[in-house]
């Protein structure tokens, strides 16, 4: 058995708090520890900047879709993706404190605490069609039952 949510948003700023506050109060269910919380609503914030900073450059009437499903065993698992410029080289991207944005004093470090926060982070992406991450993370099961 599974849950699952999708969200469909504008590619501006001001949406990627709602991101992170839908995908967090969806995920409740789950009862995630206070750390879980937050490690997934920054990934999700690093995911959306992302989209929007370097996969649609700015432009604000492009979608960013994030897809969110929970799985019996407690797992989660997050696809983000949108439609912009995609990533020319993925491993170069992954390089903490790589940026192709330096004149807007990005850190770099989006791919990394991704990574850190998460299981697993897979990345697509194809120049001129768009970006999609896929990760991955088991959450602490809190919750206990009475026999």
């Given at each position: ?87 020319e080289n993925i491993h ?56």
């Open positions: 058995m599974k849950n699952e949510m999708e969200l469909t948003f504008l590619s501006v700023s001001e949406n990627e708090a709602f991101a992170r506050a839908t995908v967090g109060a969806f995920i409740t269910q789950l009862d995630p520890t206070m750390d879980e919380l937050t490690e997934i609503k920054t990934v999700v914030s690093e995911a959306v900047t992302n989209s929007i900073i370097h996969g649609y450059e700015g432009k604000t009437t492009c979608h960013i879709k994030i897809k969110c499903t929970i799985f019996k065993n407690n797992e989660l698992e997050l696809i983000i993706s949108d439609q912009g410029v995609g990533i170069e991207a992954k390089e903490p404190l790589f940026t192709s944005k330096p004149q807007l004093e990005r850190s770099g470090m989006g791919f990394t605490i991704m990574e850190s926060f998460m299981d697993s982070l897979e990345v697509f992406s194809k120049t001129g069609h768009g970006t999609t991450l896929i990760m991955k993370k088991q959450l602490t099961k809190t919750k206990t039952v009475c026999h």
